[in-house]
Protein backbone atom coordinates (compact mmCIF):
# COMPACT_ATOMS: atom_id res chain seq x y z
CA UNK A 1 0.00 0.00 0.00
CA UNK A 2 1.04 3.48 -0.78
CA UNK A 3 1.69 5.86 2.03
CA UNK A 4 -1.02 8.95 1.65
CA UNK A 5 0.98 12.68 0.96
CA UNK A 6 0.03 13.75 4.96
CA UNK A 7 2.91 10.65 5.98
CA UNK A 8 4.99 11.33 3.01
CA UNK A 9 5.49 15.16 3.63
CA UNK A 10 7.53 16.93 6.33
CA UNK A 11 7.32 19.95 7.78
CA UNK A 12 10.48 22.05 7.45
CA UNK A 13 12.20 21.66 10.48
CA UNK A 14 11.31 17.96 10.88
CA UNK A 15 13.19 18.08 7.54
CA UNK A 16 15.88 20.05 8.59
CA UNK A 17 16.10 17.23 11.63
CA UNK A 18 15.96 14.39 9.57
CA UNK A 19 18.80 15.89 7.18
CA UNK A 20 21.08 16.42 10.53
CA UNK A 21 20.38 12.70 11.46
CA UNK A 22 21.65 11.90 7.83
CA UNK A 23 18.76 11.46 5.44
CA UNK A 24 20.02 11.84 2.08
CA UNK A 25 18.85 15.12 0.66
CA UNK A 26 17.80 15.72 -3.39
CA UNK A 27 17.09 18.81 -4.99
CA UNK A 28 15.11 18.24 -8.32
CA UNK A 29 14.70 22.17 -8.99
CA UNK A 30 15.17 23.01 -12.32
CA UNK A 31 19.01 24.22 -13.15
CA UNK A 32 16.98 27.93 -13.63
CA UNK A 33 15.65 27.57 -9.69
CA UNK A 34 18.87 26.47 -8.78
CA UNK A 35 21.06 29.47 -10.90
CA UNK A 36 18.49 32.54 -9.29
CA UNK A 37 18.10 31.07 -5.90
CA UNK A 38 21.20 29.10 -4.91
CA UNK A 39 21.82 25.52 -4.13
CA UNK A 40 21.44 23.91 -0.14
CA UNK A 41 25.06 22.82 0.82
CA UNK A 42 25.10 18.40 1.21
CA UNK A 43 22.09 18.50 -1.78
CA UNK A 44 22.43 15.99 -4.65
CA UNK A 45 21.02 17.78 -7.74
CA UNK A 46 18.91 15.30 -9.82
CA UNK A 47 16.60 16.12 -12.72
CA UNK A 48 13.23 14.65 -11.51
CA UNK A 49 12.87 12.55 -14.76
CA UNK A 50 16.31 10.61 -13.32
CA UNK A 51 16.05 10.44 -9.61
CA UNK A 52 14.50 6.57 -9.43
CA UNK A 53 17.24 5.20 -11.73
CA UNK A 54 20.13 7.20 -10.01
CA UNK A 55 18.95 5.87 -6.61
CA UNK A 56 18.27 2.48 -7.97
CA UNK A 57 21.01 1.84 -9.95
CA UNK A 58 24.08 4.85 -9.10
CA UNK A 59 23.96 5.46 -5.21
CA UNK A 60 23.95 1.78 -3.74
CA UNK A 61 24.51 3.09 -0.03
CA UNK A 62 20.82 4.22 0.36
CA UNK A 63 18.99 1.44 2.99
CA UNK A 64 15.66 1.13 4.59
CA UNK A 65 16.86 2.98 7.44
CA UNK A 66 18.35 6.11 6.03
CA UNK A 67 15.01 8.81 5.01
CA UNK A 68 15.20 10.52 1.77
CA UNK A 69 14.12 14.06 1.55
CA UNK A 70 13.35 15.22 -1.52
CA UNK A 71 12.99 19.02 -2.36
CA UNK A 72 11.72 21.22 -4.86
CA UNK A 73 10.28 24.95 -5.11
CA UNK A 74 7.00 23.08 -4.18
CA UNK A 75 5.36 19.87 -3.33
CA UNK A 76 3.64 19.56 -6.66
CA UNK A 77 7.23 18.59 -8.05
CA UNK A 78 8.40 16.72 -5.23
CA UNK A 79 5.21 15.16 -4.67
CA UNK A 80 5.39 13.13 -7.54
CA UNK A 81 8.81 12.24 -7.33
CA UNK A 82 8.00 10.58 -3.48
CA UNK A 83 4.85 9.02 -5.40
CA UNK A 84 7.35 7.26 -7.70
CA UNK A 85 9.82 6.17 -5.66
CA UNK A 86 7.35 4.96 -2.92
CA UNK A 87 5.76 2.97 -5.77
CA UNK A 88 9.18 1.50 -6.64
CA UNK A 89 9.44 0.03 -2.84
CA UNK A 90 11.83 2.79 -1.27
CA UNK A 91 10.82 3.48 1.99
CA UNK A 92 11.44 6.86 4.00
CA UNK A 93 10.93 8.89 1.51
CA UNK A 94 9.45 12.81 2.12
CA UNK A 95 9.11 15.52 0.62
CA UNK A 96 8.99 19.40 2.30
CA UNK A 97 6.38 21.56 2.69
CA UNK A 98 7.37 24.69 1.29
CA UNK A 99 10.26 23.18 -0.67
CA UNK A 100 13.39 24.46 -1.02
CA UNK A 101 12.28 28.24 0.28
CA UNK A 102 10.93 26.41 3.90
CA UNK A 103 14.73 25.01 4.17
CA UNK A 104 16.87 28.05 3.41
CA UNK A 105 14.51 29.65 5.91
CA UNK A 106 15.38 27.13 8.16
CA UNK A 107 18.81 28.40 8.01
CA UNK A 108 20.62 25.66 6.02
CA UNK A 109 23.66 26.26 4.24
CA UNK A 110 23.37 27.48 1.22
CA UNK A 111 26.68 27.17 -1.44
CA UNK A 112 27.96 30.36 -2.78
CA UNK A 113 27.30 31.26 -6.19
CA UNK A 114 30.43 32.44 -8.13
CA UNK A 115 30.18 36.15 -9.39
CA UNK A 116 28.82 36.61 -12.79
CA UNK A 117 31.79 37.67 -14.97
CA UNK A 118 32.57 41.06 -15.74
Do not use: N, W
Amino acid sequence: MVESVESTRLKAEAAVEAIHEGALLIDVRSEAGRSRDGELQGAIVIAKPDVLHVLSERIRRVSDEQKIVIFCGSVKGSGPVVDTLTQAGFVGVYDVDGGFSALRDQGLSLIPRAAPAA
